[in-house]
T-cell receptor, first 113, second 114 residues
Framework: GESVGLHLPTLSVQEGDNSIINCAYS??????FIWYKQESGKGPQFIIDIRSNMDKRQGQRVTVLLNKTVKHLSLQIAATQPGDSAVYFC????????????FGKGTLLTVNP | NAGVTQTPKFRILKIGQSMTLQCTQD?????MYWYRQDPGMGLKLIYYSVGAGITDKGEVPNGYNVSRSTTEDFPLRLELAAPSQTSVYFC?????????????FGEGSRLTVL
């Protein structure tokens, strides 16, 4: 089965609210994680990454949290905007190297105006 | 910069036909990848390359072949197309610099096998 998965396949939020997208991983050897955003008809785009020696990393309006104890990753988007509507994927380097990533199924985020 | 460019964007094949999906990148990245994305699913790694002349299998290599004669180009060959190869194919590249393993993706090539 998938070593990277998502708790919620769809998420609908109101514009201006905060969004939290969750991801579970099963490979305890993974030490590098990335979140990607994929808009309809386009390729995935990098959002933020985190290594296993960190619990939290912040970017512009986004925060990634890593809980290695329960093998859980989350992406928080502050003040969600309509342009944030997309499918969000988490990925892990289950092969142990940064350049081979395993992707989860994705969560569809819909932002309602 | 163009980034990662894939051609064609759309293609319909008959069962048993062959074709090549082209991918080129202008970022001088050593690492290149081919993924396929089935509806409602994540990306599955088909093949990857860590440099010119070096290729290796990913999770789902059966029915595909690749070559990497230059740093810029990483074509994906489908021999004897089957309906199970209907998918969206993404080429990506990365530099793997420091701690970052960020992949830069192309826009995708949608393939239908009938």
């Amino acid at each position: 089965g998938e070593s990277v998965g998502l708790h919620l396949p769809t998420l609908s939020v109101q514009e201006g609210d905060n969004s939290i997208i969750n991801c579970a991983y099963s490979n305890s050897a993974s030490d590098y994680f990335i979140w990607y955003k994929q808009e309809s008809g386009k390729g995935p785009q990098f959002i933020i990454d985190i290594r296993s020696n960190m619990d939290k990393r912040q970017g512009q309006r986004v925060t990634v949290l890593l809980n290695k104890t329960v093998k859980h990753l989350s992406l928080q988007i502050a003040a969600t905007q309509p342009g944030d509507s997309a499918v969000y994927f988490c990925a892990e380097n289950s092969g142990g190297s940064n350049y081979k990533l395993t992707f989860g199924k994705g969560t569809l985020l819909t932002v309602n105006p | 910069n163009a980034g990662v460019t894939q051609t064609p964007k759309f293609r319909i094949l008959k069962i048993g036909q062959s074709m090549t999906l082209q991918c080129t990148q202008d970022m001088n990245h050593n690492y290149m990848y081919w993924y396929r994305q089935d509806p409602g699913m994540g990306l599955k790694l088909i093949y990857y390359s860590v440099g010119a002349g070096i290729t290796d299998k990913g999770e789902v290599p059966n029915g595909y072949n690749v070559s990497r004669s230059t740093t810029e180009d990483f074509p994906l060959r489908l021999e004897l197309a089957a309906p199970s190869q209907t998918s969206v194919y993404f080429c990506a590249s990365s530099v793997v610099k420091g701690i970052s393993g960020e992949l830069f993706f192309g826009e995708g090539s949608r393939l239908t096998v009938l």
